[in-house]
């Protein structure tokens, strides 16, 4: 159990939708070590809409961790239900991120238990989340959890 006397995680409320969105495109850059091409076409017009729904608790959440009225971090997830596959309703980490000189201090592991929660008042006993391959730190943040490897993607480009 991470050491929260520092901080606090919160559900995001809608005002917080600006900084949601800040910590996010830091995410979408720093990402950018591991998929240059991916990163290049990230659909701004939609960031508004895809976390303002999370943020509402449409098919899904936003969590956020905050020290002295600064938000530090933040977390998106969302729910799915596939009726082909058992079980039907499972839920996606979508994106974490923890701002530079706040990580290392558990917050990543704060918001991570409070998704895991999250699936277990909701009734959801499956969490999927991709990461890239290379991104040693989150796996090893995920594994910490029980994650564990899935499914294998590979890419090939063409160009």
Not at 41 to 49: Q, R, S, V, Y
Request: proline residues 4%; contains cysteine; hydrophobic residues 35%.
């Amino acid at each position: 159990m991470p050491d929260t006397s520092n901080f606090t995680i919160r559900k995001a409320h809608p005002d917080d939708l600006p900084i949601v969105k800040q910590c996010m495109l830091a995410l979408y850059h720093a990402d950018r070590q591991y998929d240059t091409f991916f990163y290049e076409l990230h659909p701004e017009e939609h960031a508004d809409e895809e976390y303002s729904k999370c943020i509402r608790g449409e098919d899904g959440v936003c969590y956020v961790a905050e020290r002295e009225g600064e938000i530090i971090g933040c977390l998106t997830g969302e729910l799915s239900v596939v009726p082909t596959e058992q079980p039907a309703r499972r839920t996606r980490l979508e994106k974490i991120f923890v701002k530079e000189g706040f990580r290392d201090l558990g917050v990543g592991s704060a918001l991570v238990e409070a998704f895991v929660q999250w699936n277990k008042e909701i009734g959801v006993d499956r969490i999927f989340v991709r990461t890239y391959a290379e991104n040693a730190g989150a796996i090893k943040l995920y594994e910490r959890f029980g994650f564990r490897p899935y499914i294998l993607g590979l890419l090939l480009s063409t160009e």
